[in-house]
Each structure stands twice: as C-alpha cells, then as structure tokens.
C-alpha cells in the first residue's frame, strides 16, 4: 500500500491533536510496522477492532499487513474518524474500513461484531476505567482472538539534554512541570498493562518494546512533529514554569527565529513504544 504523507487539515482539529496523531504515524511508521508484524497471530485475522484509531495510524498499519481484514475502527472524536475515512479513499481501502464513532467509556458500546483481533494503541490509557475497557475487550473478542494493547512510556523527547545552551535541561523541566496535568487527566498513562491484562481473564502470549531513536535534523515531518509535540507541552507545562524556561521554550517555537526548534541540527525522535499481546482462552 502506498502511504502518500497525508497534510495536516487545521479545520478538522480544535487542539491540534490530530495533526500530531498523523505526523507521530509518518515518523514512526518504520516502528509501527514492526510492532505489527511481530503480533503473535495464529491465523490471519479477518475481523479486527482498532479501540481509540485516532487518525489511523494503527488502521492502516494492520490492513497493510492483514491483506485479508476488515476493520471497524472506533474512537470518540468525530474529526479524528473523518480524517482517517478521508485517507482511506485515498489509499483505496475505504471497502475494508467502517468507522464507529462512540465513547468508550460508556457502559453501552456499539456492536462490534465478534473480532479476532483487537488492538488499541495509546488510546487505553485514556479510559476512565481501563478495567472494565480490558474486560469488555475480553468479552467481545472471538475465542483464541488476540487483544494488543500498545503503550508508550512517556512522550517523545527532540533535544539533546544539555540544550538550548542558555537553559540546559530545558525539555525535561517542561516535562516535569506538565506533571501535574498528566496526572490528572491520564492516570494510567505509563500502566504496567501485563498484570491488569491478566486480571480481565486474558492469557499474555508475548510483550515487546521497540526504541525509537530517529536523526531528524532537517527532515520536514520530524521538525512539524518536534514543533507541534512542544506547542502542546507548552500549554500544559507554562504556569510551573520559570520565565526564563518559558522564554527560552518560546524561542525554539518561534519559526521566524533562528533559534527556532526547526532549524536544530542535533533534532531526534527518542521514544518507547510497548505492546502487550493477550489472548482470550479458547
Ligand atoms: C493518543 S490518541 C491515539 C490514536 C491512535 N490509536 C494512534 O495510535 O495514533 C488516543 C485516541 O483515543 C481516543 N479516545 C480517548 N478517549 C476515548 C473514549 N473514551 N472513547 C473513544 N475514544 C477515545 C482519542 O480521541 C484519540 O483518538
């Protein structure tokens, strides 16, 4: 399948998050795909359930490499299902795509058929209740069927530790303060999903993690993902802040500036991506 970059569309996104969703899915694709190739499947699966798709990163990685699927993919953000439905036509798959839109942390989810796999990257972290997601997971999955729970450890890192050279340390400080945020609004985020997996009834076939460590400097998607990644960070992160901190995050988000993020030739995408493979007993 030719996966065309597909550019950000401002007015289907309020928060910038599905921007974000389409450049981490370009940067790490190479990433993504190993993940999927590496998912312990017994037979090909033909149904899958893709929880939270966002944009589709997840979707078009598993009809890549699930010639013979189908997927239903769900998620609670009406733009974020319109955007992947766009992609969709333009990859030629819109026939083997139905996008679902509900809230998963309602009691009442909608009919998602009887799949043989279901996976959910970075989205169950966002549950209210990732318990009850696993078990209703569980109880919907086919018997044998396999569940891949994709996490990350933490949000992806651009710079160098000792950078900028005026306030050294910079982006984990930004990281730290924006703490307290993440705390409370995603307190699952970094879940040891084995135990919690295995707690729903699932048996574990196999957990995996691959290290991103990607060169960026110059490269368009990594700059607009350093950028964009910061400029949220920057939101969560300003009121723990010191001035100088805050001065000096403005100057990398500053594009005309020549400190700007964009022009960094030490830019890299340093991150963790896990994935948990459970099965439902036969
Ligand atoms: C970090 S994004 C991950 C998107 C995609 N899986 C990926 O790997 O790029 C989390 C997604 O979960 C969705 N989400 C969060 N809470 C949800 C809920 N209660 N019901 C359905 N979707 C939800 C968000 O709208 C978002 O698209």
Redesign the pocket.
Known sequence: MNHAPHRPHPQHDTDG?ADI?DL??EVLAGHMAALTQWLPVRTPPREIV??????G??TFALLDRFPGARIRA????AG?LRRLREKSRALGVDDRVRTLL????ESDWPDLGSPDLVW????MH???DPDQALRTVHGLLAPGGLFAV?ELAGPPRFLPADAPRERPGLEERCHAAAQQFHAHHVPHRGADWGPKLTAAGFSLDGERTVTVDIAGAGDPAVGAYALGTLQRLRHRAVDALSTYDVAALDRLLDTDSPHSILRRDDLTVRTERTVWAARRHD
């Not at 893709?50 to 944009?55: N, S, Y």
């Not at 509900?102 to 942390?105: E, G, I, P, R």
């Not at 959910?120 to 989205?123: E, G």
Request: hydrophobic share 45%; net charge negative; with cysteine.
């Open positions: 998050q969703l981490d899915a893709d929880l939270g798709c966002g944009t990163a997840g769900v998620d609670a953000s974020h509900a809230d998963l942390d959910a990257s970075a989205s966002h549950m209210a994709v």
